[in-house]
């Protein structure tokens, strides 16, 4: 029996869109150098790939649903029936910078909110043919497998994800103090570059956790269900789970989430006026010491003399 036909039906036109899309960009990956790139705005990048897979996506979706909405990265809202309370939330390609550098971490995100809230995720990996699937009281799934969020319960025993600063204007120093209170209590931190595919990957326990500023909903849609289904929580660094449209995410099993919001929630836009302040202190301070650094020795002020035997 082919395990699709258990699958929500919307889940599936979900899926032969995120495959369709899959294959326009496995394509392309053949011959990555002479895919055409634009630049958004500085370090954020947009390829016809990106517009190709969104095209196919939509063309699928509408196909079978003409009535419902669309929310896509790249054309916005202008497609679909935008007064529906069904909106299907798309980035058609999520890990551009990966893809234009041949680096095989990206991937297609596709998610559907009734009234606000999502209900159905699709999250497809090309280059591995991984495919993440959740229906909102169903559980989830990577390759019609049920997934688990990982049962680690101490945080220095995990490993976590998340997502450097690279726009102009983002807080470096900020985020900098965030990784340094991280990294020091786990057991690793990794950046992948694809926020979606980093949630898909708590959901499946291959990362305890995951934390991120400055995404967008259809960098999160799909993936925060995954993680919801699988057992985990997702919400906004201060814990709130209202966090879609926030600009700021964090997912973890339960017991590491509690940890993570004790450690980053002071850095939420959403934290007490205490707690900004004393964030903007430290982070002050870490720039001046950053400014106030001596350059690096050049070689010819190293001593040259053979160090001692032991």
């Known amino acids: 029996m082919n395990p699709s036909t258990n699958l929500h039906p919307m889940i ?3 899926v032969k869109a995120a495959r369709a899309a899959g294959a326009i960009i496995n394509r392309a990956a053949l011959d990555v150098e002479s895919v055409r790139v634009s630049q958004k705005q500085v370090n954020d990048f947009v390829t016809e790939v990106d517009q190709a897979s969104e095209q196919i996506i939509i063309e699928t979706l509408l196909g079978a649903y003409p009535g ?8 916005g809202r202008e497609h679909g029936a935008q007064d529906s309370e069904y909106v299907w939330i ?24 009734v009234k606000g809230k999502v209900e159905q995720a699709v999250i497809y990996d090309p280059s591995r043919n991984d495919l993440f699937t959740a229906t909102k009281g169903r559980g989830a799934y990577m390759n019609n497998r049920r997934m ?17 600063p690279f726009r102009q204007g983002d807080d470096f120093n900020s985020y900098l103090r965030m990784m340094g209170d991280i990294m020091q209590r786990t057991a690793g931190l990794r950046r992948p570059g ?4 980093d949630l898909a990957y708590v959901a499946a326990g291959f990362t305890d956790g995951f934390f991120e500023s400055g995404l967008h909903p259809w960098d999160v849609a799909a993936g925060s269900l995954l993680v919801t289904e699988a057992g985990g929580l997702v919400g906004n660094l201060s814990g709130d789970a209202d966090f879609l449209e926030q600009r700021e995410c964090l997912a973890a099993n339960p017991r590491i989430y509690g940890q993570m919001v004790s450690i980053l929630g002071k850095y939420s836009k959403f934290a007490s006026a205490g707690e900004k302040a004393a964030v903007r202190a430290a982070v002050a301070d870490l720039a001046h010491a950053r400014h106030a650094e001596p350059p690096a020795a050049s070689t010819s002020d190293l001593d040259t003399e053979p160090a001692a035997p032991f």
């Open 194 to 197: 694809a926020a979606a595919l």
């Open 12 to 14: 599936n036109v979900a």
């Open 148 to 164: 688990r969020v990982a049962k680690r319960t101490r945080l220095q025993e995990c490993l976590v994800s998340t997502g450097f």
């Open 90 to 113: 798309i980035d058609p390609l999520d890990g551009t910078t990966n893809f234009i550098h041949g680096l095989p971490i990206y991937c297609v995100s596709i998610a559907l909110a």
């Open 68 to 75: 419902h909405a669309i929310w896509a990265e790249e054309s």
